[in-house]
């Protein structure tokens, strides 16, 4: 039901028709009984400014800010957390009495879903394929959570310089960048292996960002931010390689989970969200 103290949830992002976003929050809302309600607005990238006044105007409780908006938006908040500053992204804010708090829980989304999977970060080598936002805020928050050496592949080698200076600039750890030419020796001391690139995302299901040629005789955990489509020809080649996978509906639902606890201080059950998507 929609009353006079309904909070309004809103996503803000350019197009937002294919979110997932409002079937989470508004089955979380209903499941936990909160007098919340979550909705999605096309903003075009000239009107976040008008759209950010309008936030605190009507007093709007609290968003998510998706692409093409993510780093834009930092420039019309008042306060940004530490990482989502280092990351230089925000995809949830919250409205504290009229002063708008920028967070991102992108990166903090994917590490919770290598950890519930009884994995850990800390002390291993990680290898991420991709230098864009994705691969940003995850290379954060996995440095963050101490792995010992964190590799960047990417086309465009600037992309990757970038972000592992970034990482030597603000922690201890090994970093490394390289091509996306990747051999088997490559992967030889990897404990985790990430594609944050879009191949394989659908409609190009078939192109995948490592060579399926390649065998692997290590033990190495293989994640895959790409949620559509659920099994991407990345984790296949993994399969095919006796791997343990990850999907990117597991990042999905962690961020949102995430996400949903900043703006109500509740820690949802994953298990049923897991159902609706
Ligand atoms: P996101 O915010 O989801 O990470 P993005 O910032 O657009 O999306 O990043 C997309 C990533 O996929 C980038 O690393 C991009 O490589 P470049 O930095 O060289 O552009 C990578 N990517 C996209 N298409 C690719 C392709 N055909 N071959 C190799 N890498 C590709």
């Known amino acids: 039901m929609i009353d006079g103290k309904t909070k309004l949830i ?4 350019h197009p937002v028709g294919h979110s997932f976003s409002p079937n989470i929050h508004n089955f979380l809302f209903k499941k936990y009984n909160l007098n919340y309600k979550y909705m999605c607005f096309d903003v075009n990238p000239e009107k976040l400014e008008d759209s950010v006044s309008g936030i605190k ?21 008042d306060e940004i957390s530490f990482n989502a500053k280092l990351i230089g992204a925000v995809n949830t804010i ?3 009495n009229g002063k708008l708090v920028g967070y991102n829980t992108d990166g903090i989304g994917f590490v919770n879903s290598i950890l519930e999977k009884g994995y850990k970060i800390k ?11 994705g691969a940003r805020s995850i290379a954060v928050e996995i440095a963050n959570s101490r792995a010992k050496s964190i590799e960047i592949r990417n086309r465009s080698l600037e992309k990757a310089n970038n972000i592992c200076g970034l990482i030597k600039d603000n922690f ?12 088997q020796k490559d992967l030889e001391s990897i404990d985790i ?14 192109s995948s960002v490592i060579d399926e040629n390649i065998k692997i005789n290590n033990d190495m955990l293989v994640c895959d ?20 996978t990850l999907g990117g509906i597991d990042m999905l639902i962690n961020q949102a989970i995430e996400a949903f606890y900043i703006w109500t201080g509740i820690k949802a059950d994953k298990k049923e969200l897991e159902s609706i998507l």
């Open 123 to 133: 002390g291993k080598n990680i290898m991420i394929l991709g230098a864009g936002g």
């Open 225 to 244: 931010i790409v949620y559509n489509p659920r099994e991407t020809k990345f984790l296949k080649w993994a399969k095919y390689n006796n791997l343990e």
């Open 10 to 13: 809103c996503l803000l992002g």
């Open 94 to 96: 919250k409205n504290e």
């Open 57 to 77: 105007a009507l007093k709007i409780f609290g968003a998510n800010i998706t692409v093409p908006h993510k780093v834009n938006i930092l420039k019309y908040l």
């Open 193 to 206: 292996l990430i594609n944050t690139t879009s191949l394989g995302m659908n409609p190009n299901i078939n």
């Open 172 to 183: 201890d750890i090994e970093t490394n960048t390289g091509d996306l030419n990747i051999g």
